[in-house]
């Protein structure tokens, strides 16, 4: 039977029984209700960086919940939580003059984005600039302005009319982007990108595609987005994407490993130059989310990061990615997989045929990747061990053979 609970990205009439019932964690493994471990080699959802059950968050979040649970940050009212943990983001970021939005999911920071985008050009006298450039490929949430933002295809049909003045180019190919600034540069507002494509198979950026976006926007006076939901906080060996590829945009949205997914934080970031066009005296900014500055997870997304920075964890991405690396090319070598892409500790084993059913047989032994298309995805928490990159890559093989 179907359970109340309507899943997400599920077929909708999949018997609750069917499901795997994760009930347990600790660090990189995870058990089912029938006592099986796994090896988490997706970080649950792309954001486990500090592994699972974790003291010093689960403290930090009761204390403060023992305090006060939360309550709301619209004016005239802040906390000193959601004040600590925008601090502890900026200065992390390549923008440590800017300011943080705060919100709750992924989908609600690129919506943020997106609007901040917009209303930026507005503010400035610019009302045409409205066109958003999206990547094929890219992901950006699940909202009506991250789904008009997709490159994935499927994930824009079946609701009717999205939201207008969105333009697709190739995501690898720098010269379609140019041709579409020349056409249309004078009414481009934004161009969205993550840095390392992620949900839609783990795309690493061309050779100075990045740097050629920035000079785009630059060129033409639109803004760059990065969508960092995935990238940010380590997963790339730098904090953001934006520092590992060298490439500062206007606006950078984050989510996930911001707590490691203890509690739903997420926001944006506006550089100092968006920041200051909405600075100037009565002006009122009209949007916000009921549960931003939730005190309770702004506490986890201080611990979590203070954890990962006593810990040296952003810096062990490079480490975890040498070890997977390794494995890959054994994979390789061995003709089990075609080929594979990715950076930091984010990559993508490309079969070249549906990877659905090797999951399943992957899964069935222990160890949990995400198939995308016809790659596999791996993105374990940064705590993972020699050993259990060596049981991912063990487990990959036997099912591939």
Known sequence: MTSALFHAFAPAAKPEADFVNIVRGEGSLVWDDSGKDYVDGLGSLWYCQVGHGRAEIIDAVADQMRRIEAYNIFDPFTNEPAVRVAE??????????????????????????????RQYHQKRGDADRQVVVRRTNGYHGTNFGGTSAQGIAPNREGWGDLVPHFVEVPHDDLEAAATLFA??????????????????????????????????????????????????????GEWFGAQHYGVTPDLMTFAKAVTS?????????????????????????????????HQ???????????????????????????????GLDALMADGLIESWRGTGAVYAAELGRDAILVRNEILANGVIVRPIGTCLAICPPLVITDDEVGRIVDTMADALR
């Open 296 to 326: 309770a997870s702004c506490a986890a997304g201080i611990a979590n990061l203070q954890l990962m920075t006593d810990e040296g964890l952003v810096g062990r991405a490079n480490h975890v990615g040498g070890q997977l690396r390794g």
């Open 88 to 117: 502890m983001i900026v200065e992390r970021s390549p923008h440590p003059d800017g300011r943080v939005f705060l919100g709750c999911s992924g989908s609600e920071a690129v919506d943020s984005a997106l609007k901040i985008a």
């Open 183 to 236: 056409e249309q540069g004078e009414r481009i507002a934004a161009v969205i990108s993550e840095p390392v494509q992620g949900a839609g198979g783990v795309h690493p950026p061309p050779a100075g595609y990045l740097e050629g976006l920035r000079r785009l926007c630059d060129d033409y006076g639109a803004l760059l987005i990065f969508d960092e939901v995935i990238c940010g906080f380590g997963r790339t």
């Open 261 to 293: 997914g203890y509690l739903p934080l997420s926001g944006v970031i506006l550089s100092r130059r968006v920041c200051e066009v909405f600075e100037e005296p009565g002006f009122i900014f009209r949007s916000g989310y009921t549960y931003a500055g």
